[in-house]
C-alpha cells in the first residue's frame, strides 16, 4: 500500500499533539522546548505533505524558514535557560511563578 | 511551481525591490552598526549609540515619508509590499520605537547595560514588525513574526540580575513559541487547501479562481483559520490566549513593556487585517464567529481583571488586552471603515499607551517605585508635570473626549453598527465604563491623595521630558483634528482594497 | 476682530499649563499667572462684546468655526465656538468676577502649600466653564459641562488632608455624572431626532416635532435633570452644602457665580426647546419655585456662615429657574449676572472672616465684628441689602424682573403661575430674614467669643480691592434694567431669543406691575423686621422662638432630614446588600462611585488570582483550551 497525503497528515497531527502534550505535562524547560520543536517539525511535515501532492514549492521553501528560525530559537532559549541557572539551581517551570494575579 | 521556478531561471532583485523595503534595511543596517559600536567604542563614549539609533530612526521616518507620496510597490516577487497601509504602521512603529528608544536612555544610564545591543535588539524587532506589516505571504508573515518575537524575548529578559525579568523573558518565550507553533500549523494547512502561500493568490483562489469550487467549506481551511486565529490571538493577548500579558509586562523592562505593548500588537493587526480581511474575506462567515467569541471574551475579561489590579503595569497590561478586545471589534467590521479604524486606533494607541508607561519609567530611573499605584501618591506636588501628561493619557484611554482614544474608539464602533453588529458596540460601551473607574482611580491617587511630605522631587531626562512632551501633543492632537490622520488611515485601506481587489 | 474669542477661551487653558506644567515657578509668578491670564482673556471679551455691540441686530451671532472634528460615516461635527449676546453675557460674568476673586485669592491662599496646584486648577476651571458657554454645538457643551464638574470636584477637595473635603467631593462628581448622564440621554436623542448636535441643526428643526409632545417633553426634561445637577436645585441639590469644604474663592467662584449658574444658562440656550413643551417649562418654573423657599428655610436654621450662603445661593438661583421657567429667558438671566456680583462678595465677606477668626465658620461664636472689621461689615452690609432686593440696589432689580415675569404670565392667563409666584414672594420675605440673621449674628451685638473677637483683623488689599469692586457692581449693577422703563439685558438678548421661531408663550418685553413690586417689598420689610427684632432687639428671643415652634425648627436645622432620607432609602439599602453579600464594601477612599465597584473588584481579583497562577503550564493549557475551543467550533454545529 503506498501511503496517500491523508497518512502523513494524521502523523503529523499525532506528532503535533504529542508536542502540546509534552509542553503541558512536563516540568523540565528543555523538554518542554523539545516538546516545541516536535510541534514545529510535524509541521514541517505537514508542507513538505502538501508540497509533494500539490506539485508546488512554497511549502519546501516554508520548511526552510521553519528550520532556521527554530535554530534560532534555539539559541535564544537555551541562553535563557542557562542564565536563569546562574541564579537558581534546580530549573522547574513551575519555580517561575514569582508573577500572577 | 511558479517562485521557485522563476528563481532559478532570471533572478531580478533590481532597485525597487531594495526601494521597497528602504526603512527596514535603513534600519537593519543600524543594528550591524551597533553591535560594532558595542564591541569597539570606548564604554564611557557609548551613549553614541542612543544617537545612533535615533538617527537611524528618522531617517526611516524619512524613508517612510518619501515612500507613502511614491506610491505602492511589491518588492520580491510580490512576497513583501510597500502599499500605504503597510508603510502607515511603519510610520506607527517607528514613532514608538523613538518613543522607547527617549524613554530606554535614562533607563539605561541608572542600569548600566550595553546600550549596543540594547538599541541592536530594539530596532531589529521593529525591523520585525515592520515586516510584519508589509508582509505579502504567509512566509514573510512567519518570518517577521519569529524576527519580532526572538528580539523580544531576550529585550523582556534583559535585566540579568532581577529574577522577575529572568521570569519575564522565559515565559514569554516558551508561550509565544508554543503559540507559534499552532500559528504555523494553521498556515500550513491553509496553504494545502489553497496551494499558495501568497497572501492575494490565497485571496483569488477562495473568490473562485483556480481553486476548487467550495473551498471555502474545506475543512483544512476552516481548521487552519482556528488555529491562525490562535496564534494572532496569543500575540494581541486576547482572552483566553492573554494570560502570559500581565506577568512578561510586570517583570520586562518598562521602556521594553511601552515598546511592546504597542508595536507587537501593531503589527499582529496589521497582518490580522490584511488576512483576514482582505485575503479571507470569502470565507468571512466562518472566521467571524470565532473572533465575535474572543472579542467579546476580551472586552468583559481584560477590563473585569484590570479593576483588580494594584501594579500599574499589570494593570496597562490588561487594559492592553481590552484594548486589542475594541480594536477586535473594528476588525469584525469587515469594512474598509474598520480596517480605517483599526490603522487610526493605532496611531492613538501608540502615544496614549507608551505615555501611560511613562510614569512607571521614569519614576524607576529616579530610583522610586514605579508600578505600584498607591506610591504615587502626591505625585501632582513632586512633578505636576508628569502628573499633568499621565492624566491626559489616563483620560485618553478611558476613551473620554477630546483626546485621541475617544476618537479612536469612536471610529471603531461607528464601523461595527454600520455593519449591523450593534450588539458589540453596546459590549464595547459597557466595558468601557468599567475601565473609566480604574484608569481614573489612578489619577485620583495622583492628584487627591496627598504624598510624604519629605518626598524627594521627581526629575526627567532631557530626552524622557521630550518624549512626554510628544506623546501628550499626539495624544490631544490626534483627539482635537483627527480629520487630517483620519484621512490617511483611509487611503491606506484603499491601497489594500486595490491589491486585493475588493 | 471675531477670532478674538479664541483668545477668551485659551487663554485661562495656557495659564493652567503653564502654572501646572512650568518648571522653575515660584509663587510670585503663579500669583501673576492665575488671575492675569483671566484678566487678559476678560479684556478679550469686552473686546468681542463690544464688536457685537457695534453689529446690527439681526447679524449678532457669529459662528466661528475651528475645525471639522470628524467626518467618519455620515456624522461629522464641527467644533466652532458661537459668539451672540448670550455667550458674550456669559463670558464677560466668567472672566470679570473670575478675574477678581482670583486677586482676592492671591490674598487669601496665601501660605497655603497648594499655592500652585490652587490657581492652576482655578484656570482650568475657568478655561471648561468658557468651553461650556462658548460651544456651538451640545457635544461640546457636555465636554465643558462635565469638565466643570471635574475641576469643581478636584476644587472642593483641595484640601488634601481633610477626610470631609474628600467625601464632600465625591457626592458633588457622582450628583454631577447624574446630570451628565442625563444630558447624554438628550444629545443622544437629538442626534436620533435631528441628525445632529449643533445648536443651529437642533433649534432650526425642534418646531417639527408636535407642540408639548412625549418625545419634546422627555428631551427637555433630559436635559433639566442636568441642569437641577449643576445647578444644585431640587432633588439633587445637597452636595452643595458640603461643597463649601472648599477654599471660599471656590466657594465664591464655582459654587455661587459660575458654575452653578450653567443650568439657567443651559435652559436659556435651548428656549426653542423649551418652547415647545409648556410641561416642560412649567416643571422648570416649579422646580425653581419650591427650590427657592425650600432652600431659603434651610438658611434660617443653619449655624455656618458659608452654608447660610450656600443655602441661599441655591435659592437664588432657583429664582433664576423661575424665570426661565416662566419663559422672560431675560429676566433669569439678569438675575445670574446680579447674583454673580452680590453673591461673590457676600463669599469673598465670608472669607475675610474666616481669615481673619482662623477659620472659624460657627457664627455662634461671632458677633460684633463691624468694630474690628469695619471694611467687610460695609461691604458685607451692601452685599445683603442687594441679595434682599432693597430699592435701587441691584438685587431689587433683577429680582423684580424674576417675579414679575412670574406675575405677568400668571395675570396672562397662565394660573398655575400664581403658586410660582406666591412662592417667589414667600421667599423673598425668608430671605431678608435669614440673611439679617446672618449679618446680625456676626457683625452686630456683643462678641461672643472674646478671644477669637480679639485677634480679628482686617484682610489684606489684595482681598479688598476686589470686594471694593464688587461692592460698587452690586450697588449699580441693576441700573441695567428699572421696571417699567427700560431693560438693557433685555434689549441685548433679543437677538438671540428672536433668532429661532418658536411655538409657546409669547417672547415679548416685558411688563411692569406695580401690585408685584409693592407686595414683595412688604414682603422683605417683615422680614427685615423679624430678624430685626429677634436678633437686635432679642423680643422674643432666639431661644424662645425655638421653643415656640421647636418641631418647625428642628426640622430646619435637620435640613428637612433630606439628607437623612437619602440616606434611608439609597445609600442605607445599598449598605444593608452589601453587608449581607459577604461585607464586601470597601472602606477604601478610592472607592468615590458605588459600592457596587468594590464588589466588583473583589470579585475580579479573586477570579484573575485563581486563573492568574504563574505558571507556564495552565497558561499553555489556556492556550490549548482555547485553541480546543476554535476549532471545535467547526465540527459542531458551526458549519
Not at chain 3, 414679575?404 to 397662565?414: C, E, I, K, L
Request: include cysteine; proline fraction near 4%.
Amino acid at each position: 500500500m503506498t501511503p496517500s497525503a491523508d497518512h502523513f497528515l494524521v502523523v503529523s497531527a499525532i506528532l503535533f499533539t504529542l508536542g502540546t502534550v509534552g509542553v503541558l505535562t512536563r516540568r523540565d524547560p528543555l523538554v518542554v522546548f523539545m516538546s516545541i520543536e516536535l510541534m514545529l517539525n510535524s509541521v514541517n511535515l505537514t508542507f513538505v505533505t502538501f508540497s509533494h501532492y500539490l506539485s508546488s514549492p512554497d511549502g519546501q521553501i516554508f520548511v526552510f524558514i521553519i528550520m532556521t528560525v527554530a535554530a534560532a530559537e534555539v539559541v535564544v532559549g537555551l541562553a535563557l535557560i542557562v542564565s536563569i541557572f546562574q541564579t537558581r539551581q534546580r530549573i522547574d517551570v513551575d519555580e517561575l511563578d514569582e508573577m500572577r494575579g | 511551481m511558479s517562485v521557485l521556478a522563476a528563481a532559478t531561471i532570471h533572478v531580478r532583485v533590481g532597485a525597487s525591490d531594495w526601494g521597497a523595503v528602504g526603512p527596514e534595511l535603513i534600519l537593519g543596517a543600524t543594528v550591524l552598526v551597533l553591535l560594532l559600536v558595542d564591541a569597539f567604542v570606548p564604554r564611557r563614549v557609548r551613549e553614541v549609540s542612543t544617537w545612533i539609533s535615533l538617527i537611524a530612526l528618522v531617517a526611516a521616518f524619512l524613508d517612510v515619508y518619501f515612500l507613502w507620496s511614491h506610491g505602492d510597490s511589491n518588492a520580491l516577487y510580490g512576497q513583501i509590499t510597500s502599499d500605504k497601509f503597510a508603510i502607515f504602521f511603519d510610520g506607527v512603529i517607528i514613532v514608538s520605537a523613538v518613543l522607547a528608544v527617549l524613554l530606554s536612555e535614562s533607563y539605561i544610564v541608572s542600569s548600566s547595560f550595553d546600550p549596543g545591543e540594547y538599541y541592536a535588539l530594539l530596532l531589529a524587532s521593529a525591523v520585525g514588525m515592520m515586516l510584519m506589516a508589509a508582509g505579502n505571504s504567509l512566509m514573510i508573515l512567519f518570518l517577521a513574526l519569529e524576527l519580532l518575537s526572538l528580539s523580544l524575548y531576550i529585550l523582556a529578559g534583559f535585566e540579568r540580575s532581577s529574577p522577575r525579568s529572568q521570569e519575564s523573558g522565559f515565559k514569554y518565550f516558551l508561550l509565544s513559541s508554543f503559540a507559534s507553533a499552532f500559528l504555523i500549523y494553521g498556515m500550513a494547512l491553509i496553504y494545502g487547501a489553497t496551494g499558495s502561500t501568497q497572501l492575494v493568490a490565497i485571496g483569488h483562489c477562495l473568490h473562485g479562481s483556480g481553486c476548487p469550487a467550495n473551498v471555502t467549506e474545506n475543512p483544512l481551511l476552516l481548521v487552519g483559520i482556528g488555529l491562525m486565529v490562535v496564534g494572532f490571538a496569543f500575540k494581541i493577548s486576547a482572552v483566553p490566549f492573554h494570560m502570559w500579558t500581565p506577568d512578561v509586562y510586570e517583570g520586562a523592562p518598562t521602556p521594553i513593556t511601552a515598546f511592546m505593548s504597542v508595536t507587537t500588537k501593531a503589527a499582529v493587526f496589521a497582518a490580522f487585517v490584511r488576512v483576514f480581511n482582505f485575503s479571507l474575506n470569502a470565507a468571512h462567515s466562518h472566521w467571524f464567529p470565532l473572533l465575535w467569541g474572543v472579542a467579546v471574551a476580551t472586552m468583559i475579561f481584560g477590563n473585569l481583571f484590570a479593576l483588580a489590579q494594584s501594579n500599574m503595569k499589570r494593570m496597562l497590561a490588561y487594559s492592553g488586552v481590552a484594548h486589542g478586545g475594541y480594536i477586535l471589534v473594528a476588525l469584525l467590521a469587515n469594512s474598509p471603515a474598520g480596517a480605517t479604524a483599526v490603522v487610526f486606533y493605532f496611531l492613538a494607541y501608540a502615544f496614549m499607551n507608551i505615555g501611560a508607561f511613562m510614569l512607571v519609567s521614569i519614576l524607576e530611573s529616579n530610583g522610586q517605585v514605579g508600578d505600584d499605584i498607591s506610591s504615587y501618591r502626591g505625585l501632582w506636588q513632586r512633578n505636576p508635570f508628569l502628573a499633568g501628561c499621565t492624566t491626559v493619557f489616563l483620560f485618553s484611554l478611558a476613551g473620554i473626549p477630546p483626546f485621541a482614544g475617544f476618537f479612536a474608539k469612536y471610529l471603531a464602533l461607528a464601523a461595527i453598527v454600520q455593519a449591523g453588529h450593534t450588539e458589540l458596540a453596546i459590549i464595547a460601551v459597557l466595558t468601557s465604563l468599567i475601565s473609566v473607574y480604574y484608569y481614573l482611580r489612578v489619577v485620583v491617587v495622583m492628584v487627591l491623595q496627598p504624598g510624604e511630605v519629605q518626598a524627594q522631587e521627581t526629575r526627567m531626562s532631557g530626552m524622557a521630558e521630550m518624549a512626554v512632551t510628544a506623546s501628550v501633543a499626539g495624544t490631544i492632537g490626534l483627539g482635537i483634528i483627527p480629520t487630517g490622520f483620519y484621512n490617511l488611515a483611509t487611503q491606506s485601506v484603499d491601497a489594500l482594497r486595490t491589491a486585493f481587489g475588493i | 476682530m471675531q477670532q478674538l474669542v479664541w483668545a477668551v477661551l485659551f487663554l485661562p487653558l495656557a495659564g493652567f499649563a503653564i502654572n501646572s506644567l512650568g518648571t522653575r515657578m515660584n509663587d510670585r509668578l503663579v500669583q501673576w499667572l492665575g488671575p492675569g491670564s483671566v484678566g487678559l482673556a476678560f479684556i478679550c471679551a469686552v473686546v468681542c462684546f463690544l464688536w457685537l455691540q457695534g453689529r446690527a441686530e439681526g447679524v449678532r451671532s457669529v459662528d466661528q468655526l475651528g475645525w471639522t472634528w470628524t467626518v467618519a460615516g455620515t456624522f461629522s461635527l464641527n467644533f466652532g465656538l458661537i459668539l451672540d449676546p448670550l455667550s458674550s453675557l456669559m463670558t464677560l460674568v466668567i472672566t470679570g468676577v473670575g478675574f477678581l476673586i482670583l486677586v482676592y485669592a492671591t490674598g487669601y491662599m496665601g501660605g497655603d502649600t497648594g499655592y500652585r496646584r490652587f490657581f492652576a486648577q482655578m484656570d482650568l476651571f475657568i478655561f471648561t466653564m468658557l468651553l461650556l458657554v462658548l460651544a456651538d454645538n451640545y457635544l461640546f457643551l457636555l465636554v465643558g459641562w462635565a469638565g466643570v464638574g471635574l475641576t469643581s470636584y478636584l476644587l472642593i477637595g483641595f484640601y488634601l488632608d481633610r477626610p470631609s473635603a474628600a467625601a464632600a467631593a465625591r457626592k458633588a462628581l457622582v450628583m454631577n455624572v447624574i446630570g451628565d448622564v442625563g444630558i447624554m440621554i438628550a444629545l443622544f436623542m437629538m442626534f436620533v431626532l435631528f441628525g445632529g448636535v449643533e445648536f443651529h441643526t437642533v433649534f432650526s428643526q425642534v418646531r417639527s416635532l408636535p407642540y408639548n409632545g412625549q418625545i419634546i417633553t422627555v428631551l427637555s426634561l433630559m436635559l433639566l435633570v442636568g441642569a437641577v445637577a449643576k445647578s444644585a436645585q431640587l432633588p439633587l441639590y445637597t452636595w452643595l452644602p458640603d461643597a463649601m469644604e472648599g477654599p471660599t474663592p471656590v466657594s465664591a467662584l464655582i459654587h455661587a457665580a459660575t458654575m452653578v449658574t450653567a443650568g439657567v444658562y443651559l435652559v436659556a440656550r435651548s428656549y426653542p426647546i423649551y418652547q415647545q413643551t409648556p410641561i416642560g417649562l412649567h416643571t422648570v418654573a416649579f422646580v425653581g419655585a419650591i427650590g427657592t423657599a425650600f432652600a431659603a428655610g434651610m438658611g434660617l436654621a443653619n449655624n455656618d456662615i458659608k452654608r447660610v450662603l450656600a443655602y441661599s445661593t441655591m435659592s437664588q438661583i432657583a429664582y433664576m429657574f423661575v424665570g426661565v421657567g416662566v419663559a422672560v429667558y431675560s429676566a433669569g438671566m439678569f438675575h445670574l449676572v446680579e447674583h454673580a456680583f452680590f453673591k461673590a462678595l457676600l463669599f469673598m465677606g465670608a472669607g475675610a472672616v474666616m481669615h481673619a477668626l482662623h477659620d472659624e465658620l460657627d457664627i455662634r461664636k461671632m458677633g460684633g465684628l463691624r468694630h474690628k472689621l469695619p471694611f467687610t461689615w460695609v461691604t458685607f452690609w451692601i452685599g445683603v441689602l442687594a441679595i434682599i432686593g432693597f430699592p435701587f440696589m441691584s438685587g431689587f432689580f433683577s429680582k423684580e424682573d424674576v417675579i414679575g415675569a412670574a406675575y405677568s404670565r400668571a395675570y396672562n392667563g397662565d394660573g398655575w403661575l400664581w403658586i410660582v409666584w406666591a412662592l417667589t414672594v414667600v421667599t423673598s420675605l425668608l430671605t431678608a430674614a435669614y440673611m439679617f440673621r446672618l449679618l446680625f449674628l456676626v457683625f452686630h451685638g456683643e462678641p461672643r467669643d472674646r478671644e477669637l473677637y480679639d485677634h480679628a483683623h482686617e484682610p489684606g488689599l489684595s482681598m479688598r480691592a476686589p470686594m471694593a469692586v464688587l461692592s460698587v457692581l452690586s450697588i449699580v449693577g441693576g441700573f441695567l434694567a428699572f421696571p417699567g422703563r427700560y431693560n438693557k439685558i433685555e434689549d441685548w438678548l433679543r437677538p438671540y431669543f428672536q433668532q429661532f421661531a418658536v411655538n409657546g408663550p409669547p417672547l415679548k418685553t416685558q411688563p411692569f406691575y406695580l401690585t408685584s413690586m409693592v407686595v414683595t417689598l412688604a414682603a422683605t420689610a417683615v422680614g427685615f423686621l423679624i430678624a430685626y427684632s429677634v436678633y437686635i432687639r432679642s423680643s422674643p428671643s432666639r431661644e424662645r422662638v425655638a421653643a415656640m415652634f421647636p418641631a418647625v425648627y428642628r426640622f430646619l436645622l435637620n435640613r428637612y432630614y433630606v439628607d437623612q432620607l437619602y440616606d434611608m432609602m439609597f445609600v442605607r439599602p445599598v449598605k444593608w446588600g452589601s453587608k449581607m453579600m459577604g461585607r464586601y464594601v470597601e472602606q477604601d477612599a478610592l472607592d468615590f462611585t458605588v459600592d457596587g465597584a468594590g464588589r466588583l473588584t473583589r470579585l475580579a481579583a479573586q477570579t484573575s488570582r485563581a486563573v492568574q497562577t504563574g505558571y507556564v503550564r495552565n497558561y499553555a493549557l489556556g492556550i490549548v483550551l482555547g485553541a480546543v475551543l476554535l476549532v471545535g467550533y467547526y465540527f459542531v454545529g458551526g458549519r
